[in-house]
Each structure stands twice: as structure tokens, then as C-alpha cells.
């Protein structure tokens, strides 16, 4: 079993508030990604990270941002929330270095924007 | 480039009966494949993963999926289908360009038939 955290689960915010979508994991994971997935749709890469201070946009193009202090944490930060955000955002990691890296998921965050 | 195909946006099977789960891919090299399983408001959890060897992989929760070459594809099966079993399964293709990439398919919905 994984582990990879992401918090809040749930959550309902107004327009043009700032939110922090929290992602942590305790595996030592050198890559981390964000995810954005919309019901019944595919996912699409947003960013991702391929260790501390290393950050890229992913396919889909995305308002939000990222940082990578630490290893073990990649929160995702929308400066100013609009209900176009509304989706799911799933956080995943994987090691590096062997070739055959494996993405393991957190439970993802589902946000909706009034 | 590499992409994914899952042809059956949704497929209803009656529990006991067989499942087969579509994906074809499209790389030019061996491509890494998985196939993952998300429960309602959950993450994807890996279900088997493909990197070489064998043609058919055995996963957890009794599914197992067998990589053709020569028909590009990596269906997943279960001989006997159980009601929990319901859930969208993603096919996804990893390729090293540059890195290393994971492409999603764009999922398949099962349903179980009581």
C-alpha cells in the first residue's frame, strides 16, 4: 500500500479565493506529479516534479503552481479559485532511477468553485 | 508519440461472468503498461503492471492482462466478476522520451449486474 496523502478531500470555496491543495508522501519518491481530472474523463498531467527545487508544467495547460522544498511534500496553489476549476485533482509519485517507475496515487482532492 | 486507447467507454457485465477490458497502445519501442482501478472519489490504485518478460501479467483482486506486440493492445481480464469489482479502470503507457512519461487512457466504466 502507497503512501501518499492529500488533504482536504472535499472542498467548496467562493471565487477568487486562494487555495492550497496539500500532497505528501512518505516513500522517498524523488518524482512527484499533479493530476487534474474531470468526472468520467481521462487524466491530464498539470505539473510535475522530479525532485527538490524542480518543477514543470505538464500537458495541460493550468492556472495553479507548485513549489518542491521538501521530498516528501508538492502542494499545488490556485492564487485566485474560478468554478472552471472545478475538478478532481489527483496527486501521484514514483521512484527514479530504475526505468520502470511506477506512479502510486493519493485519494485525490475534489474541489468545487461557486 | 506515444498514446492510449480504451475503446469501451463503459462496459455492464452480470457477476460471475468473464470480463475483458480493451487497451491499445501506440509507442514505437516496448512500452511500459499498467492498468490501474479508481473507486468513486477515490485515487487510482495499480492493479498489474508490464515492463518485460512474460506476455501475461497477474495483478491483484485476480486480474490478469496479457501484452500482445503484435496486436498493440493489453487487455485486462477477470475470469469471474464480483459486484465490488465495479469501478473505472485506466490503461496507461509509459515511455522513456526524455525522461520518463506515463500516458493515461481515457478510462472504462464497469458495471456489475446483480
Known amino acids: 500500500e502507497a503512501d501518499i496523502y492529500q488533504t482536504p478531500r472535499y472542498l467548496v470555496i467562493g471565487t477568487g479565493k486562494k487555495i492550497t491543495l496539500e500532497c505528501s508522501q512518505t516513500m522517498g519518491h524523488d518524482k512527484m506529479y499533479w493530476y487534474q481530472q474531470d468526472p468520467g474523463m481521462e487524466l491530464h498531467l498539470i505539473h510535475y516534479?522530479?525532485?527538490?527545487?524542480?518543477?514543470e508544467k505538464g500537458d495541460l495547460s493550468s492556472e495553479s503552481t507548485v513549489s518542491r522544498i521538501r521530498t516528501e511534500h508538492f502542494p499545488l496553489t490556485l492564487e485566485s479559485a474560478r468554478p472552471s476549476h472545478t475538478s478532481q485533482y489527483l496527486c501521484a509519485s514514483s521512484e527514479s532511477g530504475t526505468g520502470q517507475e511506477t506512479q502510486y496515487f493519493g485519494p485525490g482532492t475534489r474541489l468545487l468553485v461557486l | 508519440a506515444q498514446s492510449v486507447t480504451q475503446p469501451d467507454i463503459h462496459i455492464t457485465v452480470s457477476e460471475g461472468a468473464s470480463l475483458e477490458l480493451r487497451c491499445n497502445y501506440s509507442?514505437?519501442?516496448?512500452?511500459?503498461l499498467f492498468w490501474y482501478v479508481q473507486s468513486p472519489g477515490q485515487g487510482l490504485q495499480l492493479l498489474l503492471k508490464y515492463f518485460s518478460g512474460d506476455t501475461l501479467v497477474q495483478g491483484i483482486k485476480g486480474f490478469e492482462a496479457e501484452f500482445k506486440r503484435s496486436q498493440s493492445s493489453f487487455n485486462l481480464r477477470k475470469p469471474s466478476v464480483h459486484w465490488s469489482d465495479a469501478a473505472e479502470y485506466f490503461c496507461a503507457v509509459g515511455a522513456r522520451t526524455g525522461g520518463f512519461k506515463t500516458i493515461f487512457g481515457a478510462g472504462t466504466r464497469l458495471f456489475v449486474k446483480a
Open positions: 509507442y514505437g519501442a516496448t512500452p511500459y
Open positions: 516534479s522530479y525532485g527538490v527545487n524542480s518543477t
